[in-house]
């Protein structure tokens, strides 16, 4: 049978057809995101300004700042639009367009976190050989990799899935595209073909997140060989709420991914795209940057004003 498009448009999950409950998403959502958006944008502004902070560690901060505020408004506003306006509808190409964009920032954004990590380990475990590591060529190299393969990941999946025949039913139970919804419209020799994609892409997801631990693991080694309450307090306190925002970005999303589809839907069915959706870029912007006495320095010279105080 020969590819064909039977469907024009798909319906996204609607969180209520009560009207003050619809305002009060949208309302929710709306907030989550203008605060995603000012923090990173501020974030990515001071980095651009303050020559202090052209170092590796900051143009990687500076990327991930780029990638969260990219992927949240793929899938936020689409969300917050339909709420505002009781719809639900989401055209085919639209829907492909989010389904790309979405993938390509979240595999960019998990391979940063790991280059990211690699950074650091060179940083505490190695500072002889962190400037010939980690050079400027170096830093440009690694990310421009990481930008392709998001592409290129992406680009294997949204082929997979939206070269397929649907199966007339358009209702989707979830508030975005996604690969486990849109292989329920799907026939089953589709579905058999992009499971194969599927696995490949939650192996490379788990090996990138047995590197990050295992980093994580030497530098922890190498900290508390050093008698100093300070910088293990500094190492703890700046690895671990990473390995978390990790953490529960890659087991949400394998679970989402790997768990049977159901015919009805279910709260963890809306909870769980939450958390690999939403929760990492507020996250990683409270983590990564806003902790950092550096960051947030630079941000009060932006906007004009002094530090009285360090802390």
């Not at 057809?17 to 944008?41: C, K, P, S, V």
Request: glycine share 4%; charged share 10%; hydrophobic share 50%.
């Amino acid at each position: 049978m020969s590819n064909q498009i039977t469907v024009t448009e798909f319906l996204l999950l609607g969180f209520s057809d009560i009207r003050e409950l619809q305002i009060l998403h949208f309302m929710l959502f709306l907030g989550i995101y203008l605060a995603a958006l000012t923090g990173n944008l501020l974030i990515i502004t001071a980095k651009a300004l303050n020559h202090h902070l052209h170092t590796p560690m900051y143009f990687f901060l500076k990327n991930l700042s780029v990638l969260d505020l990219s992927s949240i408004s793929i899938v936020v506003p689409k969300s917050i639009a339909n709420s505002l306006m009781s719809t639900r509808a989401i055209t085919y190409y639209g829907c492909a367009a989010q389904y790309f964009l979405f993938l390509f920032f979240a595999a960019a954004e998990l391979l940063l976190l790991t280059i990211m990590a690699y950074d650091q380990y060179f940083t505490i475990c190695q500072p002889l050989h962190y400037e010939s590591m980690m050079n400027r060529r170096a830093c440009v190299q690694m990310t421009a990799s990481i930008w392709i393969s998001g592409v290129l990941n992406s680009a294997l999946h949204t082929g997979n899935t939206f070269t397929i025949i649907f199966c007339g039913d358009n209702e989707m139970e979830q508030f975005f595209c996604e690969i486990p919804q849109l292989l329920k419209l799907a026939s089953y020799d589709s579905y058999l073909s992009e499971t194969g994609a599927i696995a490949f892409s939650l192996y490379f997801a788990l090996n990138c997140f047995v590197f990050k631990i295992v980093s994580y693991v030497l530098i922890f080694k190498t900290v508390l060989r050093v008698p100093s309450e300070q910088g293990w307090h500094k190492a703890f306190s700046t690895c671990l709420p990473h390995l978390i925002v990790v953490s529960v970005f890659v087991c949400t999303a394998s679970f989402a991914y790997i768990k049977p589809t159901s015919s009805s839907i279910s709260c963890l069915d809306l909870v769980v795209p939450v958390f690999y959706a939403l929760v990492p870029p507020m996250m990683n912007l409270i983590i990564y940057s806003m902790r950092n006495k550096d960051i947030k320095s630079a941000l009060w010279k932006m906007i004009g004003l002094r530090l009285f105080s360090k802390k």
